[in-house]
């Protein structure tokens, strides 16, 4: 049977303590109201009696915490889910313990079946509040040479990395706001920093702070307003990091870290996955044809084909239509590349030789061969 770990073992021992406080809590919230709504000026018997529905509140307690998962770690401290057990487990004791001691115990203070519920829980929800607010804003050390950056939305992917950036200790970055297009967040706070404007104020907040980086947490942001932005982070002299997208998100299962930022990637700007052609298996089907490559000017893999594409002793020509890369180089024999802006076509007859420019674009005669072929 394997030892627990230091950090197992110490949660178990915080998660204990919360248990014990919510039993003595119990004890504390009937006291109070006892001396808030009768003096103190109770018999024996009814303390007996009013001391008595304190133990077996708070067993009840225990019982209902630890079978909802209140003591065993299945919620956040401080949530709202958490929350929610806490005033069902309050509202059955009130229910279950106190109608019952009014029924059964003749000498019981009705009036605490009533009172000491709602305090019972105040004290219960402030101590797990209180371990949140701990917990949640550690003291920040910033690395002197952080860069000031923006958080270019403000919701629950921003907040998780300017918690990353704050709670981190070697953090390359410092908060310095949030820009989100949704005027109901001007002026919200999301871990100490605010929403300084709109995704039109960049240059200005920019400017303002002094950010020099950028961080777009918009999972859904689509290729147009990706390509826009980055435009425009260009032209203002900014770094741009992006979030992954959603499905890789969900994938991973853990919250957005600063370990997933990355620049501006083509599927970014495409707005899906790459698509990888297995140049290998379709070889031969390249093999003595003359191929038209349309839309490639994004690829810059693409001059690379025919001399992959090309076996030995069989020849291939290829076409490029579009913005193709404004130096094709010739690595293969009898390999041609065709420029929409120039319509040349550059080709060797050996590989010692040079590439020799010439005008003789890809033709109607030449693509009606391919296309029967």
């Known amino acids: 049977m ?22 003595a809590v119990w004890f504390v919230a009937t006291i109070a109201m006892t001396g808030a709504r009768y003096d103190f000026a109770l018999k024996r018997v009814q303390w007996e009696a009013a001391l008595g529905y304190a133990l077996w509140a708070s067993l009840l307690m225990l019982a209902l915490g630890y079978a909802s998962g209140l003591y065993r770690g299945h919620f956040r401290w401080g949530s709202f889910t958490e929350a929610f057990r806490l005033g069902a487990a309050a509202l059955v004791i009130t229910i279950a313990v106190g109608l019952g001691f009014i029924f059964l115990v003749d000498d019981f203070p009705a009036g605490l079946a009533a009172s000491v519920p709602p ?12 371990i949140r607010a701990l917990s949640d804003n550690p003291v920040a050390i910033e690395p002197e040479d952080a860069a000031p950056a923006l958080i270019y939305g403000a919701g ?29 967040k001007r002026n919200l706070r999301l871990e100490g920093s605010r929403v300084l404007g709109t995704g039109a104020d960049l240059e200005v907040v920019a400017l303002q702070t002094g ?33 992954p997208r959603v499905d890789e998100i969900m994938r991973s299962g853990s919250p957005v870290n600063l370990s997933q930022l990355h620049e501006v990637k083509v599927e970014d ?45 069989r020849r291939s020509s290829f076409c490029w239509t579009g913005t193709s890369p404004a130096s094709t180089p010739c690595n293969s024999p009898s390999t ?14 050996s590989a010692n030789r040079p590439c020799s420019m010439r005008s003789s674009p890809c033709t109607s005669r030449t693509w009606s061969s391919m296309q029967l072929r």
């Open 2 to 23: 394997p030892f627990p770990t230091h950090s197992a073992a110490r949660m178990n021992a915080r998660r204990l303590g919360v248990a014990l406080y919510d039993v």
């Open 119 to 130: 305090l019972a829980l105040l004290l219960m929800a402030a101590a797990r509040w209180l």
């Open 156 to 184: 629950v992917i921003g907040g998780q990395i300017a918690q990353s950036v704050r709670t981190s200790t070697d953090t390359e970055f410092k908060i310095v706001g949030f820009l989100d297009d949704d005027p109901w």
């Open 211 to 243: 950010a020099t980086t950028v961080i777009l947490s918009i999972t859904t942001a689509n290729q147009r307003f990706v390509r826009s932005l980055t435009a425009r982070t260009d032209a203002a002299g900014l770094r741009l990091l992006i979030v």
């Open 269 to 313: 700007l495409l707005g899906r996955r790459p698509i990888h052609t297995d140049l290998g298996a379709i070889a031969d089907y390249l093999s003595n044809k003359v191929v038209l490559i349309t839309g490639a000017g994004g690829d810059r893999s693409v001059p690379s084909w025919p001399a992959r594409c090309t076996s030995s002793g």
């Open 336 to 349: 041609a590349a065709v420029s929409s802006t120039h319509r040349t076509s550059c080709s060797r007859t």
